[in-house]
């Protein structure tokens, strides 16, 4: 399965609507959606999204920085 992740910033005034629609034209079927600082750990749908992802899933992000 393809599973897609999108995060903003607390301090930004965006959505995740650029990402999550980039997510979807890359084929995921199940999005997980954080609005945290990328340096923070506590990111609930990541840790969801991690807890969720199996042997042969593929995690695709808008960029690589909206994951780390």
Known sequence: MILGYARVSKSDEQDTLT?????KKAGAKKLFEDKASGGRW???ALHRMLDECREGDIVVVWKLDRLS
Do not use: S
């Open 19 to 23: 990402q999550v629609k980039a997510l």
């Open 42 to 44: 506590d990111r609930p």
